[in-house]
């Protein structure tokens, strides 16, 4: 084998790691614009009720196949299942190449805010046009080049092997991120918006979500999660056994959510104060999708104490979430080559770095630089029309069959594996408790009807194109 199969130091130690996947462009850009997209409200309640059936337990059985084949992504499954179910593992691998093609693209974009912030720091803010961000989404050698230096760090870390570099930094930066966080909202609060984006997260109003809503909060759940994939199959492989699995993952998912919502009250505070803003992202000049890059500044230099030296500190860290994210996908395509073919780290690392890196250039020539990959859409094709929506341009498109399909139905393999393939007395024996356990129980149970009934449920309400509305 030629994975280290060291454990992580602690079960601090695991839960920093687990969180610095879970936490990072799924929370800070991704969350906050859906759910303005959505409407906000019923979206956010759906996506706290999927956290809660589908992510938690999921979250619990991924981790439970790694700790107990001590092995990761599709030699876990393998051991544990044979060879029909190590399928689970490689579907997977695809789907994090995927996800990393368009992530690596986004990520790209916060090094590019953290120039922009120290410009502006050094030489004095001033509000940006709302079509410069348009243009520098289709500056397509720009988005390259960024995408590229993101790629080349991923890569740097990814070579020496995710180990302790990744637990000792998570471990430091992390915290800070928590408490850069709390200053926002804390200074958001102050800001007149802030009841109006209260009522916008938190008022249910079922009629104001879009059907399509129901998947993208389901999928969400699962990307922000880091679930669906076997990355936190990986993770849990290096877990002691004397580590409770509940718990870990009760905080993991606990501090991704409170991430999530916390970037979407600052966000959308910010929004809902600022009448420009608010002009510019109503009539939708300012694409929700950039979102995280043009608000924040917003706050960093016209209502915050000490914002000139936090704004370029604060796109740090968020490149540093992004990282930390990148690299748990990095992990699971370059551990498949290693595993599958015998493949050197080496090899593995620079040759899938490659092969995803020629996906980003598409994906970030489709923002506006190519016209055709920018417009490409599948809308009026048949079955294509259904899996892709109306989502149009190579980015989007990406990002919602990974999101929406591949993780969601990756999540039902491991339902079905755990709940259904794995003998009750194996896992009992692995957690050590006895048949009668309570949380074993209600979490099995999950497994077995509650979080598989409802992802099909799903999935055929949306082939079937029910409008929930
Ligand atoms: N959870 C990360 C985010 O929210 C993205 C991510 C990292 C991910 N690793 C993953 C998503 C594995 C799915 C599976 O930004």
């Known amino acids: 084998m030629t994975i280290q199969r060291d454990s992580w130091g602690s079960k601090l130690g695991f839960i920093m790691a687990a969180s610095g996947s879970a936490v990072g462009l799924g929370n800070l850009w991704k969350f906050p614009y859906i759910t303005w997209e959505n409407n906000g409200g019923a979206f956010v309640l759906v996506y706290l009720v999927a956290v809660m059936i589908l992510g938690l337990p999921i979250m619990m059985g991924e981790i439970f196949v790694g700790r107990a084949a001590h092995l990761s992504g599709a030699p876990a499954y393998k051991k544990l299942g044979g060879l029909g179910w190590s399928k689970l593992g490689y579907l997977g691998a695809a789907a994090g190449g995927i996800i990393l093609s368009y992530y690596m693209v986004i990520a ?33 050698p720009l988005q390259i080049g960024l995408t590229l230096m993101f790629t080349l760090m991923n890569v740097g870390i990814v070579l020496r092997g995710v180990g302790r570099g990744i637990e000792s930094a998570t471990k430091i930066m992390m915290p800070i991120l928590v408490l850069l966080m709390l200053y926002l909202v804390i200074t958001a609060m102050f800001m007149p918006g802030r009841n109006d984006a209260f009522a916008m997260i938190f008022s249910v ?45 009760i905080w993991v998912v606990s501090l991704d959510t409170l991430f999530a919502l916390l970037a979407c009250v600052a966000m959308f505070t910010i929004i809902l104060s600022v009448p420009e803003l608010k002009a510019q992202v109503s009539a939708g000049e300012v694409g929700t999708v950039g979102m995280l890059f043009i608000t924040l500044p917003q706050l960093f230099y016209t209502q915050m104490q000490g914002g000139v030296v936090l704004a370029p500190l604060f796109f740090i860290l968020v490149a540093f979430a992004a990282l930390s994210s990148t690299l748990s996908l990095g992990e699971v395509v370059a551990s498949m080559m290693i595993d599958r073919r015998g493949w050197s780290r080496k090899k593995a690392v620079l040759i899938t770095s490659g092969v995803v890196f020629c996906g980003s250039i598409f994906a970030a020539l489709s923002l506006g630089a190519s016209q055709t990959l920018s417009q490409v859409t599948f809308r009026d094709v048949p079955v294509l029309g259904i899996i892709f929506s109306s989502k149009s341009g190579i980015l989007g498109l990406l990002d919602h069959l990974a999101a929406n399909w591949l993780l969601p139905i990756g999540g039902l393999g491991t339902t079905l594996f755990v709940g259904w393939f794995l003998k009750n007395d194996f896992i009992l024996k692995e957690l050590g408790v006895k048949n009668s356990n309570v949380v074993f129980n209600l979490w099995i149970w999950c497994l077995r009807i509650v979080a598989p009934a409802a992802i099909i449920a799903l999935i055929i309400a949306v082939a079937t194109g029910k409008d929930f509305s």
């Open 205 to 249: 109003d079922f009629a104001n979500m879009p059907a399509m809503g129901y998947l993208e909060a389901v999928g969400q759940a699962f990307f922000s999660l880091s679930l669906g994939l076997g990355a936190m199959v990986a993770y849990g492989s290096y877990m002691k056994k004397t580590d409770s699995i509940t718990n870990s993952a």
């Open 108 to 140: 790209g974009w916060s090094l590019y805010s953290f120039w922009q912030c120290l410009g502006w720091s050094l030489g004095g803010y001033d509000m940006p046009s709302s079509d410069a961000f348009g243009n520098f989404l289709s500056n397509g």
